[in-house]
């Protein structure tokens, strides 16, 4: 690092965050595209040297804060400074109405040690800033849902090697499969290797599944009023489980939650309640109609 540098941390943070199926439609903010933007537009106009980023905690949970260790000449500092407080006016401006709390703060660090090359930065901001995020496609048989979507979950950066972790979900197995294949041409164009696995089996739609009949049978002989039954962006577990067993037939059903994969998570506790009548009204009943 040249003696007339200096070392910085930028933080980007204060955004709700979120589950990564559930709420991926709600145009929130993503910590590690919105700072990798900042970047893109920045680090070469400023010769940024970019010592470290990360960003997220969790593949399944929309990452609410990013951050990176720079170091840049002594000179630029205000210019990074200014930048940054612009780029935080730009996200208020564009997402204020549901990130109230979105900013971008630097402060002074000591040295750091040594940075990226300048070729290495740019392919690393160019990929993640190129990288999709948020929904890919909406349902055609399940109107009002996503059918396939990605979340730019968790990035780090080691003494050798960067790594983007996203999460894959698709009602169809081959709207995931498609996903996997852009990453890996952007990947193959950044010269970075890409490597699926742990991946979830899609689990689609079924509107005429007899457990989903029986269950809003039980329902409305339990409580006196029709459930409302919805596809979401989410229910991982069945698809695992229906991969083996693909004439299984399933539906997914528990307590109210809000907030989830995010500080703001909580469960309606009376929902606790009800979900376990019917749960174990449905377990009476099931071997009935086997």
Same mark, same amino acid.
């Given at each position: 690092m040249p003696a007339n540098f200096e070392t910085l941390k930028l933080t980007l943070k204060g955004l709700k965050g979120g589950h990564s199926g559930a709420d991926i439609h709600l145009g929130l903010g993503n910590a590690n595209k919105l700072l990798a933007r900042f970047f893109a537009a920045h680090a070469a106009e400023l010769d940024i040297?970019?010592?470290?980023?990360?960003?997220?905690? !969790?593949?399944?949970?929309?990452?609410?804060?990013?951050?990176?260790?720079?170091?840049?000449?002594?000179? $630029?500092?205000?210019?990074?400074?200014?930048?940054?407080?612009?780029?935080?006016?730009?996200?208020?401006?564009? !997402?204020?109405? $549901?990130? $109230?709390?979105?900013?971008?703060?630097?402060?002074? !660090?000591?040295?750091?040690?040594?940075?990226?090359?300048?070729?290495?930065?740019?392919?690393?901001?160019?990929?993640?800033?190129?990288?999709?995020?948020?929904?890919?496609?909406?349902?055609?048989?399940?109107?009002?849902?996503?059918?396939?979507?990605?979340?730019?979950?968790?990035?780090?950066?080691?003494?050798?090697?960067?790594?983007?972790?996203?999460?894959?979900?698709?009602?169809?197995?081959?709207? $995931?499969?498609?996903?996997?294949?852009?990453?890996?041409?952007?990947?193959?164009?950044?010269?970075?290797?890409?490597?699926?696995?742990?991946?979830?089996?899609?689990?689609?739609?079924?509107?005429?599944?007899?457990?989903?009949?029986?269950t809003r049978k039980t329902y409305e002989a339990l409580f006196g009023k029709t459930p409302n039954i919805q596809v979401i962006h989410a229910g991982l577990e069945c698809g695992l489980f229906k991969k083996p067993y693909p004439n299984m037939d399933m539906v997914s059903i528990g307590p109210t939650i809000t907030g989830p994969h995010s500080p703001d998570e909580q469960v309606h506790i009376e929902s606790v309640g009800l979900y376990w009548k019917l749960l174990t009204a449905l377990l009476n009943v099931v071997p009935e109609k086997a």
């Open positions: 040297r970019l010592i470290e980023f990360t960003g997220g905690t !969790l593949r399944n949970a929309i990452p609410r804060e990013a951050f990176a260790t720079l170091a840049i000449d002594s000179h $630029k500092v205000d210019a990074l400074k200014s930048a940054a407080a612009h780029f935080q006016a730009t996200l208020q401006n564009e !997402l204020g109405v $549901k990130e $109230k709390n979105v900013s971008v703060l630097s402060e002074p !660090l000591a040295h750091q040690g040594q940075a990226l090359t300048a070729d290495s930065r740019d392919r690393f901001i160019n990929l993640l800033n190129s990288t999709p995020n948020g929904v890919i496609r909406n349902s055609d048989v399940a109107k009002g849902v996503v059918e396939t979507s990605l979340n730019v979950g968790v990035v780090t950066m080691e003494q050798d090697h960067a790594e983007i972790i996203c999460l894959i979900r698709s009602l169809i197995d081959t709207g $995931k499969d498609w996903v996997v294949e852009t990453l890996t041409s952007l990947g193959a164009l950044a010269g970075a290797q890409t490597a699926p696995k742990g991946g979830y089996p899609g689990w689609q739609p079924d509107a005429d599944s007899p457990i989903m009949a029986l």
